[in-house]
């Protein structure tokens, strides 16, 4: 058997990208999204993990970022492997961590040229302004709330072990 070194092996091996959001609701449950300048839907407070950084530390330093919240990321509410689509190209790994609840937007400070609006919607108005693919992880992270169990997505769909 032949051997190959490590570092031609490591350089060998798929590259993906990972991601961090904020799954953040009102006190009626209403979920929070935040309204990028450079894209035609919503999204979750929360962004790319840096190089060197964890995801819960992306999702606290993204949500300080583009609300002026300093909030713990809490539990692991879903996991979603997203394959490359569209512009993107390497498969995207998105970890969603419960970031607790906020009983108004009072004192939100969007930085104006990442975000042009933030606002809690219900599951059904959420479903209507995320991407179909993203769209999923906000009742999948209301269940593993809910249940205190993380949820496993693929592309958005429930994959069950």
């Known amino acids: 058997m032949t051997w190959t070194d490590p570092a031609t092996w ?17 006190p009626a449950g209403n979920v929070l999204l935040v309204k990028p300048t450079y894209r035609d839907h919503w999204a979750f407070p929360g962004g790319y993990v840096e190089e060197a950084e964890y995801p819960h530390q992306a999702c606290t330093r993204e949500v300080r970022e583009e609300l002026g919240l300093v909030v713990a990321a809490g539990d692991l509410l879903v996991v979603d492997w997203a394959p490359a689509a569209g ?7 998105h ?11 009072e004192g ?32 999948a ?9 993380p949820v496993y997505l693929a592309n958005g769909a429930a994959v069950s072990a």
């Open 108 to 139: 939100i400070d969007l930085p104006r040229q990442e975000l042009e609006d933030a606002a809690f919607f219900s599951l059904e108005e959420v479903g209507q302004r995320l991407p179909v693919n993203v769209a999923p992880r906000a009742g």
């Open 87 to 93: 512009q993107r190209p390497r498969a995207l790994i």
């Open 95 to 105: 970890f969603t961590f419960d970031c607790g609840t906020l009983d108004s937007l």
């Open 141 to 149: 992270a209301i269940q593993a709330r809910a249940r205190q169990v």
């Open 10 to 26: 490591y350089a060998n091996l798929p590259a993906f990208h990972a991601a961090a959001g904020a799954l953040i609701t009102d």
